[in-house]
């Protein structure tokens, strides 16, 4: 049995029996499913409130929701709790995570940028940069630096391989992201945690089903898989058939903790029908109302099953096999050709069959026609209903058309399998209306969403299954299905609107989170159907007779407008659901898809005066980002009628995609009519103020005047300007209802740029309609909206011309063969074309590459001949060619008609890196010229052969193996297995010869822990008849994306294959080359390796024989001698200690087996280094010169076993022994590293591991130095050398190696994880006995490269593959010259208790002085307050003392001088007099010596405590200097309404605290604000957006500096 996630399976309706209004549910009488079953504490774990603080019992929970409203300064409605966990259920922090042009975001692209690379200059190989992993960077610190008060355990349950996704819009204008939870690498169902950045700012954060699991809550089950299907199988009342519908898995469900009274209920008797009661009792218990329980999740198949997809989920705890869940998660529903627009009712224009209707994106012999079903040149090849997007399976039979003569699938009568007697059985109307209609829905969503990888895959879609009244998207296979027609139901085929519903449900399973949305998918599906085709009744003409239940006028299952409901045109709400829907999911959709279609038809036009067009486009961009975001809509059982407070909710996500500043608490440009339309429906929240903000002048834009001129298949816009326009979105539309349904959007035109857009890739005859809508943004993700442009409608027209078309295949050409490769163009004349075409070759981008030809060189057309012929031209390649990529370019000319078509050219040249094409003849990637490596994929991606696995990715040219070894289709693409790229290459950097050991590496993806899936490596050298040996297998070393190595030694020269299997489960050891499984995924690579060069022997004059005995050790005294090679005793301990020359070089420890390296015969020419005092021990690595030199000790780690780990960096410590020692010399193995740096400081790496000034430059490799890889080495290092670190006795120093010049190359040295380890704990260590004692290696931490001194944020257990060098040394040495251990020296300065006074004001001024030699950092304050409570305190500073004046302010008033805000909070006071702190200061002032700064501490509520004061009451000491202060009344947020004379009362005494630090040098500056730039002439270290160092060093005044939000909490010490 397997294990794995479960294959969720939602469809629309079947019709048997009706429920409740508005739906039709399936009878389950008897049939497999009949049993179905949730227990009673599984749902009622739904059950839950979400709470403003305020409604929390006292204690540390509601303590934490303080917290957090005082950090980010929120009111009490603003952040909510989920009352069963006690922890934050959602707050808007609006807070900058990374740069953009939020509200108050100031960031540039070096906080929280996870990527080793800048963002600014890109990584994914097109200079664009990769927005969503820096989303889920920024989010990962974070939840990191605020995990205390979220109560979330970061490190250990979060953001692990594969468990986290994210979404960009718009160029990282909004970025969605998703974490799913897991516990000790166990998935914890339904736990996870969201968030969304606007403009760069965290705008919302959700954290959902986040109960406690203790510590020793056990992952091991009691029961195994197989007892758990029986179990289910008792259950049914079934025996098991055999076979499973998805993998079993081990997980943690969240059940409600409480006593719920009797057993669980039948699916639909218990939940639903009313609340459960001990949800109040738990009310006053906050936090205590989830309790983790471990389960099987099985899906076995069970005698009679036929469609159903059983799952079940099986304590497998408490060793009862308790049934938890048993559901069948399938809920059913209620080129060219002829197709039905709409529906097959023959109501209208569009239920009727339209003739001549594009086939778009369909492939035709490898050229993929366009949006108008047009393509270039005819092929032999036969034609299906199959393209990149979309394959209709039709059980009618297979659908074939020779696209020689054109492709036109034409239509005929009938339904089902009628077709119109040619192109197979399976050119049926459902396979061209199905065809037709996921293509322009997924065109729309692509235009939507440009970045979802899934809307790039091909989905698959069955037609005409031999049932009726159903259709059902399988989660398990991707998959679509229809049904035929019959029981008084239509062909669910035939009916648009049920294929975009279906569409609905796959695009909601592949969004920005996992799996369907709660509490049910079924309205987003709808809602997704509706807006396309402008239609509120789901699926029209779906019931043969009547309408809907409840339905005034819907012939289909539902309809989501209810103004056309018969019951009153009530609106469905929350409560209504709760009452009547019970677990029917289609019943829940209806409360979210009619708020939805309520924005579109009448809030967005009667709130903001939006004509239809906008309000349907707007709508459905909202929709297409806010569904990514959501994983439950509404909250099914909140208590009154705001049930979108839950998590992210559909209101949160609405809100969060329609802002346009980061910045939720200020509304959003449509705040008023999305929370009316929620709101409507009892789902919108309470917790924000609703407001229309943002998008200034949008709604003032006008419609721009719009003319459309048809072309030979295209249309050309253009309009004119609209005052105050930033932009112009341009969308386009075609069939019978015009403007009037979804469109795709073309492009966005920013108002510099011509007025003006081109359609090309239509068919001409046909109508199309095009819309203009100007924005207020130039973002294409802005809701900034104008008003639309009228209808415009075109038909490009057929005109005399011509068309030319070359072969798209790219020409990969090896230079040194000299090839000449042929192509044959077409030549195509349409539309009544004739007249002379001349025809002519060139070449762009490549020297030494001719164009032969064309032949011929001129074409004549004659009316009524010959409208197609070919063309052919020959690509000839010189040896000496460079320069590439290019490409071959025909151009046909006739009168001022020009066309032009293109060939690409690529030139191999051998030797270095290759990157594999696909080679037709062997059906594989295959590099033809040898070289240093060969990979699947190029370095930029925009060569990826063997991306996905079969259809899912979908992986080009599958299977990609020689002996057609077929992957399996199971699962969806990057959450079930898959195999990315093959990479092998030589260890030594030259090219791949027969003997050398090659590295063998695979990219692949790991389906949860990774803990089951292997890849099993073969080679074979007879590629002809592949006989496979096993090299090694490797099991996924985590989840997620990896990349698994192995090495082996090449046994043959010429063409070599490696083929990797990836697969799922089984055992350790492979069992075959292509073992079967539906997870599994094979891939083949080609490459060649050389024989061995001759080798020339070397000259034996002054050779020596290899030994056969041990040499002397120790030199004679007269070196000019022969040294005797065969000593008979041991040597001496101490060794001559002046020869008068060069001693003889070292022995080896055998010399039998690795003897002296070149000796000469003359050992005055040639010395042998320095042996070690006992070489039968340990002999010396690399000896000096000097025979007297103390001992080396080796520190190495062991010999590396499986795979290794890539650090662009490393920090680790080394402590010493008890004795002094001397480091002199760095081990790593490089992988591919050509420039390192080492630093090292006295003390531990930490917490100085972001502060460069803190570490000092020993070492730099040598020019020219190439590391290779997997070469465990000492590296060259420069003329300087390796600069010797002292280690003192029982003291530790730290190093820290980066490697430079990586670029966009995967390069930098090799380690090793140690899991479960403290920071920088001991790894290796010396023996006790050795000459330097016990001195160990600690683990690292992992840095990046490229980016010095820049560590990830909790990497902390990487050990690299290397080790030191040490010797022993005087204890007298002089101690090391590192950076001191403390940069600061911590000081407090306490102003005296006066006794307790009346005297009370909201606020201090006083003048703080600095009395030292050095720089003072302020950190926090501490002050009496005069009550017990929650107040606010704000901590204010300005250079100079608070009693200047300046022009413009009154003296009495002195506010308006400069003042710097440093800190803004919410704080919890004990009682009169009791010290309260500050926190830490979210900005630093900086005292220099001898100036004097002003501090102001304010609170609108707190009333400070304070004493009149005497000159006497001032306090100071070595450092600082306190002055009497100045009180403060009337403060209101950032400002003073009024302040005491500062000359006149009497001077008050600031009753608190100082927290302060004393700066020893200008590095500890530096290391409390990384962006100030320490160097003007160090690019590598500035930032740009603080002040230089030496503005701090020479200012008199005191210097204010902000710190960023991404600064690790224990790099700020």
């Known amino acids: 049995m397997k294990l794995k996630r479960s294959a969720v399976n939602t469809v629309i309706l079947l019709l048997q029996s009706p429920v409740t209004y508005g739906l039709i549910e399936i009878s389950r009488q008897g049939t497999v499913a009949e049993k179905e079953y949730v227990d009673d504490e599984l749902s009622a774990a739904a059950d839950t409130e979400f709470v403003p603080a305020d409604s929390m019992q006292e204690g540390s929970a509601k303590s934490k929701m303080k917290n957090l409203q005082g950090k980010f300064g929120k009111g009490n409605n603003n952040i909510r709790a989920d009352s069963r966990s006690g922890r934050v259920s959602f707050m808007a922090p609006d807070v900058p995570l990374l740069p953009g042009k939020g509200k108050g975001n100031r960031l540039l ?136 519908t998805c993998k079993p898995e081990i997980m943690i469900l969240t059940l409600a903790n409480g006593n719920i009274g009797g057993g669980g209920n039948s699916k639909g008797k218990g939940k639903g029908n009313g609340r459960w009661g001990g949800l109040r009792k738990l009310q006053s218990e906050t936090g205590n109302g989830y309790k983790p329980v471990l389960a099987w999740q099985v899906c076995p198949k069970l005698e009679g099953q036929e469609q159903e997809m059983l799952q079940g989920y099986v304590d497998a705890q408490s060793g009862s096999a308790r049934v938890l869940s048993f559901l069948d998660k399938v809920d059913y529903f209620e080129a060219m050709g002829d197709v039905y627009p709409l529906s097959n009712d023959g109501e209208g224009l569009d239920g009727v069959l339209q003739d001549g209707w594009p086939m778009p994106y369909l492939d035709v012999g490898g050229e993929i026609t366009t949006t108008g079903g047009s393509y270039g040149s005819a092929s032999s090849s036969s034609v299906s209903f199959e393209g990149p997007y979309v394959k209709m399976v039709d059980t009618c039979g297979t659908a074939s058309l020779d696209p020689v003569a054109g492709v036109d699938w034409s239509g005929s009568g009938g339904t089902n399998c009628e077709t119109p007697g040619f192109g197979g059985a399976g050119n049926t109307h459902s396979s061209r209306s199905g065809f037709y209609e996921l293509n322009k829905m997924m065109e729309i969503a692509r235009s939507h969403l440009p970045d979802n990888t899934w809307l790039q895959q091909k989905l698959t879609s069955n037609m005409n299954i031999a049932s009726s009244c159903n259709a059902f998207f399988n989660g398990g296979t991707g998959q679509i299905t229809f049904y035929q027609s019959g029981n008084g139901c239509a062909n669910t085929g035939e009916i648009a609107a049920i294929f975009d519903h279906e569409w609905g449900h796959a695009m909601d399973f592949n969004d920005g989170v996992f799996g369907i949305s709660a509490p049910s998918g079924e309205g987003i599906a709808d809602v997704y159907s509706a807006l396309r085709l402008n239609d509120s009744c789901i699926g029209r003409g779906f019931r043969l007779n009547g309408f809907c239940n409840g339905c005034n006028s819907c012939s289909g299952v539902r309809d989501i407008d209810y103004r056309k409901k018969g019951d009153g045109n009530s609106p469905s709400t929350r409560s209504w659901a709760s009452s009547n829907c019970g677990t029917s999911v289609h019943c829940r959709g209806h409360v979210y898809s009619e708020a939805v279609w309520d924005l579109y038809t009448d809030l967005l036009p009667a709130r903001h005066g939006y004509d239809a067009n906008t309000a349907l486009e707007l709508t459905q961009r909202l929709t297409y980002m806010a569904a990514g975001a959501v994983s439950t809509w509404y909250n099914l059982y909140a208590t009154n009628e705001y049930g979108g407070c839950e998590g992210n909710s559909g209101y949160k996500a609405f809100l969060q995609a329609d802002d346009d500043n980061g910045n939720l608490s200020d509304g959003t440009p449509h705040m008023t009519a999305i929370y009316e339309a929620f709101h409507r429906h009892e789902i919108a929240c309470n917790d924000m103020i609703v407001q229309d903000s943002g998008c200034a002048g949008s709604l003032s834009l006008t419609a721009p005047d719009v003319t459309v001129t048809p072309g030979n298949g295209e249309v050309q816009l253009n309009w004119e300007p609209v005052t105050n326009a930033a932009a112009y979105q341009v969308f386009r539309t075609e069939g019978v209802h015009k403007c009037a349904q979804g469109k795709v959007v073309l492009a966005t035109i920013t108002s510099s740029e011509s007025l003006s857009y081109l359609d090309t890739g239509l068919q001409s005859g046909r109508e199309y309609s095009y819309v203009v809508i100007p924005k207020g943004g130039v973002e294409e993700s802005s809701s900034c909206f104008g008003h639309s442009s009228d209808c415009k409608t075109a038909t490009p027209v057929v005109m005399p011309s011509f068309q030319l078309s070359c072969p798209t295949g790219r020409i990969y050409a090896i230079v040194e063969n000299a090839p000449s490769h042929q192509r044959d163009c077409m030549l195509v004349a349409s539309g009544g074309f004739t007249g002379v075409v001349s025809l002519a070759c060139s070449t762009t981008g490549i020297a030494g590459v001719s164009c032969v030809g064309p032949s011929p060189s001129s074409e004549e057309f004659f009316a009524g001949q010959t409208t197609t012929k070919t063309v052919s031209i020959t690509v000839q390649v010189a040896s000496s060619a460079t320069g590439g990529p290019g490409e071959v370019t025909l151009t046909a000319t006739s009168g001022s008609v020009q066309k032009t078509s293109s060939i690409p050219v690529t030139l191999l040249f051998g030797n270095g890196p290759q990157v594999a094409q696909f080679d037709d003849t062997n059906g594989i990637p295959r590099c033809t010229v040898g070289g240093s490596e060969c990979s699947s994929k190029s370095a930029d991606n925009t060569v990826h052969l063997l991306k996905g696995r079969s259809s899912l990715g979908p992986e080009a040219n599958h299977p990609n193996t020689l002996d057609a070894c077929a992957d399996g289709g199971s699962g969806s693409y990057e959450s079930d297995e898959s195999l990315e ?235 010493g022994g008890d004795v002094w020692s001397k480091i002199t010399d760095l081990q790593i193995t490089s992988y591919y590293a050509t420039r390192l740096q080492v630093y090292s400081k006295f003390g531990s790496a930490t917490p100085y591991e972001a502060t460069p000034c803190a570490w000092k430059l020993i070492a730099e490799t040598a020019t020219g130095w190439n590391g290779g890889s997997w070469t465990k080495q000492y590296p060259q290092w420069n003329d300087d050398g390796f600069k010797p670190v002292i280690l003192p006795s029982n003291e530790t120093v730290s190093f820290y190696v980066v490697a430079l010049d990586v670029g966009t190359s995967y390069a930098g040295i090799l380690g090793k994880v140690n899991t479960d380890e403290e920071k920088y704990s001991p790894w290796i260590a010396t023996p006790e006995t050795s000459s330097v004692g016990l001195v160990t290696m600690s683990h690292g931490r992992k840095g990046y490269s490229d980016s010095p001194f820049k560590p990830f944020s909790d990497y902390y257990t990487y050990g690299i593959w290397g080790g030191i060098k040490l010797e022993n040394v005087e204890t007298d040495t002089s101690a090391p010259t590192m950076a001191p251990t403390s940069l600061y020296l911590p000081g407090d300065l306490e102003s005296p208790m006066k006794e307790v006074s009346a005297d009370t004001f909201n606020g201090l001024q006083f ?132 302040i005491y004379p500062v000359n006149g009362l009497t001077k008050k005494v600031f009753q608190g605290i100082i927290h302060y630090e004393v700066a020893n040098s200008l590095c500890a500056i530096q290391s409390k604000a990384d962006w100030v730039d320490l160097d003007p002439s160090s690019s590598s270290l500035t930032s740009g957006t603080g002040p230089q160092i030496n503005e701090i060093r020479d200012s008199e005044q005191p210097v204010i500096v902000t710190m960023p939000g991404g600064r690790d909490e224990e790099d700020i010490q």
């Not at 990797?1060 to 080609?1086: I, K």
């Not at 021990?1177 to 890539?1206: I, M």
Request: charged fraction near 20%.
């Open 1407 to 1538: 003048d703080v002085e600095n009395l030292g030699l050095q720089p003072v950092i302020v950190n926090s304050f501490s002050a009496r307050f005069a009550s017990m409570g929650y107040h606010h305190m704000e901590v204010w500073m300005r250079e100079g003392s608070h009693m200047d004046s300046s022009a413009g302010c009154d003296n009495w008033n002195n506010w308006c001088n400069d003042w710097t805000k440093l800190a803004d909070t919410s704080v919890q006071t004990a009682g009169s007099g009791s010290f309260t702190s500050s926190g830490q200061l979210t900005t630093i002032g900086i005292i220099n010596p001898g100036s004097t700064a002003a501090f102001a501490i304010v609170s609108g509520k707190g009333l400070f405590l304070t004493k009149d004061g005497a000159l006497s009451d001032t306090v100071q000491n070595d450092e600082l200097r306190i002055n009497l202060a100045t009180p403060i009344d009337d403060y209101y947020g950032d400002s003073i309404q009024s």
């Open 109 to 244: 692209w070096t906080v929280y940028a996870g990527d080793e690379r800048d963002l600014k200059e890109g990584n994914d190989g097109h200079g664009k940069p990769d927005f969503a992993q820096a989303g889920i960077d920024a989010l990962k610190g974070w939840l990191s630096d605020n995990q205390v008060d979220i109560d979330v355990d970061v490190a250990g349950e979060l953001f692990h391989g594969g468990t986290a996704k994210a979404v960009s819009h718009g160029d990282g204008n909004t970025i969605q992201m998703h974490a799913r939870r897991s516990f000790k690498g166990v998935p914890v169902v339904g736990s996870h945690v969201s968030a969304t950045l606007v403009k760069g700012n965290l705008v919302g954060v959700s954290v959902e089903k986040w109960g406690t699991i203790p510590e020793n809550f056990s992952i091991e089950p009691k029961i195994s898989a197989e007892e758990a299907a029986e179990a289910l199988a008792d259950h049914a009342g079934r025996t098991l058939a055999g076979g499973e």
């Open 981 to 1215: 790229w093959i990479k092998v290459k030589s260890t030594t950097g030259d090219n791949m010869k027969v003997d050398d050991t090659l590295t063998v590496e695979a990219g692949v993806y790991c389906w949860g822990n990774g803990s089951t899936d292997y890849a099993d490596f073969y080679h074979t050298t007879t590629p002809g008849s592949p006989n496979w040996s096993l090299i090694d297998t490797v099991q996924c070393p985590g989840g997620g994306h990896q990349t698994i190595m192995t090495e082996y030694d090449s046994q043959a020269a010429g063409t070599n294959v490696i083929r990797v299997q990836f697969r799922y489960g089984g055992n350790e050891v492979s069992t075959g080359a292509c073992t079967s499984g539906g997870y599994n995924d094979r891939d083949d690579l080609m490459f060649e390796v050389e024989g061995q060069s001759p080798i020339t022997p070397s000259p034996t004059k002054n050779s020596t024989p290899n030994p056969t005995k041990q040499p002397t050790p120790i030199p004679t005294k007269n070196p000019s001698e022969q040294p005797t090679p065969n000593p008979v005793s041991s040597p001496t301990k101490n060794p001559t200690p002046n020869p008068t020359k060069q001693p003889t070089p070292s022995p080896t420890n055998d010399p039998t087996k690795q003897p002296t390296p070149n000796p000469t015969n003359d050992p005055t020419k040639q010395p042998t280094p320095n042996p070690t005092n006992n070489p039968t021990k340990q002999p010396t690595p690399n000896p000096t010169n000097d025979p007297t030199a103390t001992t080396f000790v080796e520190l190495t780690t062991p010999p590396r076993t499986g795979s290794a780990y890539l650090l662009g960096a490393a920090y680790f410590d080394v402590t």
